[in-house]
């Protein structure tokens, strides 16, 4: 049988999101598939990479990858990122591992409804600020709360750390224009934007939904990340300021990983994700796996698809 040939996997042969890899960074080699794993071929060797355990997949500089690799990694659901020296870039998504729309479903109604989306925002602020009540605030205090809090993070790790802080500064396209804890600050958001993109997709949500950002195909993305920014993001920046100024960008996704494997982030993301937009008590869509299309009828009812429902007539 060839690869072509082979039949789809279905979700309950695919890892779940939370159960995956963060990420796995690859340089200067060349990606290719044999049966469904990856391999990277380079000057050393061949590694074989089973595809349905990578969250995320970073593609670093003199890296190519084959038709074939592409295609295993959209059907396990795997995220594909294009990592440029200065930086990360997300550029691909894999097909989602659940196979239910239930939660893209989910996400919508809750976004469609001004109401709604401002809860679904105070919620995302009380995950990320446990210790206030953000009940009754209006966008606009909630942006200037963010802001303060975020600047209250920069100044107690740059004191914890040691290094020495003078605000956030960075040039879109210019990495290198910024100091050592800006660079750092940077290199752990790309890298988080393409780790919660990926579960994002995985999950079948919509990236561009967003609740606190707006008006990008990203933006529900944004929204995911951000909610780790002060508590893994900016300490892990600083953190690797404070060892050396030297190969910040390698160093930073390096430590980030770590820090995120010992946390188990992606279960914890797949988790908020889910608390942020089902109703309490409500039943979790990643729990029915059958890859299953209905048709929408009156009165939200879902009927069978594959049933012709024409009336009885003569022609």
């Not at 038709?67 to 020296?85: F, I, K, N, P, Y």
């Not at 909630?142 to 750390?161: D, I, M, V």
């Not at 494997?261 to 059958?290: F, N, Q, T």
Request: glycine letters at 10%.
């Amino acid at each position: 049988m060839t690869i072509g040939q082979r039949p789809s996997s279905t979700p309950r042969e695919l890892a779940r999101a939370e159960d995956r890899i963060s990420f796995v960074y690859l340089e200067r080699c060349t990606v290719h598939r044999d049966a469904n794993a990856i391999t990277a071929q380079d000057a050393e060797g061949t590694t074989h990479i089973p595809a349905a355990t990578i969250g995320t997949l970073l593609l670093g500089p003199g890296t190519r990858i084959t038709h074939q690799a592409m295609s295993v990694l959209g059907e396990t659901g795997a995220g594909v990122v294009w990592v440029g020296e200065h930086g990360v870039r997300y550029y691909a998504a894999g097909r989602a591992l659940s196979r239910s729309s239930a939660l893209v479903e989910a996400q919508a109604v809750c976004w469609a409804n001004r109401r709604t989306r401002l809860d679904v925002a105070r919620a995302m602020y009380r995950l990320r600020f446990p210790d206030e009540d953000p009940a009754g605030l209006t966008r606009h205090e909630l942006l200037g709360r963010e802001g303060s809090r975020l600047k209250l993070c920069y100044r107690a790790e740059s004191q914890r750390t040691g290094v020495q802080w003078k605000g956030r500064r960075y040039t879109p396209g210019d990495f290198s224009s910024g100091d050592a804890p800006n660079q750092a600050i940077t290199a752990a958001a790309q890298a988080m934007y393409g780790i919660a993109h990926a579960v994002v997709a995985a999950l079948g949500c919509s990236p561009a939904l967003g609740f606190v950002h707006s008006g990008h195909e990203l933006s529900f993305v944004l929204d995911i990340a951000d909610l780790y920014k002060t508590e893994i993001g900016i300490p892990v920046a600083f953190d690797v300021a404070a060892q050396s100024p030297e190969d910040i960008g390698p160093r930073t996704r390096r430590a980030l990983r770590d820090r995120v494997h010992e946390i188990d982030l992606l279960k914890r993301i797949v988790d908020d994700i889910k608390s942020l937009l089902l109703p309490a008590g409500g039943d979790d869509p990643g729990a029915d796996d059958r890859d299953r299309v209905t048709l929408q009828s009156d009165r939200d009812v879902q009927v069978a698809a594959g049933v012709n429902y024409g009336y009885e007539e003569t022609w």
